[in-house]
């Protein structure tokens, strides 16, 4: 079964496990380091006949520097003993410590991107950047920009193709 016949059977546990404790998305550097940052907003579609993860990533986290170095990511979906892990993920940044050596979490590279797949997680997708679009704010509604953006540190929405789906049964 190739992405696109079998995306739909992912769907519910990665946004309910994303409405829960949030997801792990992996990225590299240029230099091949390695980071993990949890994620709370995401969407996973059909867009230019191609299957799609939209993640947005605010311009002021480590991972955005890797992620515009590389132009790849992973999403991870944890299980439920990588809470802790998510936490972490969640809070410290990638620029002061690293996130696999504090979380103990361990990874391999992608098949198709050399960022992280997670060991242990039940759902992983492999995704290339195919757009990107930096949030502006005059064009979005204002409840909005008031409550997601008091200090306008915006979203640089990022589209990934995704070329590969690891799922463990
Ligand atoms: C549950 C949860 C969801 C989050 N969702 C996002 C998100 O969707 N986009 C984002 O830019 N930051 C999000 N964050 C914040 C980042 O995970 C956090 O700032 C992280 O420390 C950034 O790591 P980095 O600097 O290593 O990239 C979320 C944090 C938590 C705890």
Same mark, same amino acid.
């Given at each position: 079964?190739? *992405?696109?016949?079998?995306?739909?059977?992912?769907?519910?546990?990665?946004?309910?496990?994303? %409405?829960?404790?949030?997801? $792990? $998305?992996?990225?590299?550097?240029?230099?091949?380091?390695?980071?993990?940052?949890?994620?709370?907003?995401?969407?996973?579609?059909?867009?230019?006949?191609?299957?799609?993860?939209? *993640?947005?990533?605010?311009?002021?986290?480590?991972?955005?520097? $890797?992620?515009?170095?590389?132009?790849?990511?992973?999403?991870? =979906?944890?299980?439920?003993?990588?809470?802790? %892990?998510?936490?972490?993920?969640?809070?410290?940044?990638?620029?002061?410590?690293?996130?696999?050596?504090?979380?103990?979490?361990?990874?391999?590279?992608?098949?198709?991107?050399?960022?992280?797949?997670?060991?242990?997680?039940?759902?992983?997708?492999?995704?290339? =950047?195919?757009?990107?679009?930096?949030?502006?704010?005059?064009?979005?509604?204002?409840?909005?920009?008031?409550? %997601?953006?008091?200090?306008?540190?915006?979203?640089?929405?990022?589209?990934?193709?995704?070329?590969?789906?690891?799922?463990?049964?």
């Amino acid at each position: 079964m190739n *992405v696109m016949e079998s995306l739909g059977g992912y769907l519910k546990k990665t946004y309910d496990v994303m %409405a829960d404790m949030g997801l $792990l $998305l992996g990225s590299v550097g240029g230099d091949g380091r390695v980071n993990l940052m949890t994620i709370g907003w995401g969407l996973i579609g059909i867009v230019w006949f191609k299957p799609i993860f939209l *993640v947005a990533v605010r311009k002021t986290r480590y991972t955005h520097k $890797l992620m515009e170095e590389t132009g790849v990511f992973t999403v991870n =979906v944890p299980s439920e003993d990588m809470r802790r %892990a998510c936490e972490v993920c969640g809070t410290l940044s990638g620029r002061d410590v690293d996130k696999f050596e504090k979380t103990g979490l361990t990874w391999r590279p992608g098949d198709h991107v050399k960022a992280p797949v997670v060991d242990g997680c039940p759902i992983v997708y492999e995704c290339r =950047v195919v757009y990107k679009d930096d949030v502006e704010l005059p064009r979005l509604t204002r409840e909005i920009v008031e409550s %997601a953006y008091p200090t306008g540190n915006i979203h640089t929405l990022y589209y990934g193709e995704i070329l590969k789906v690891h799922a463990s049964p």
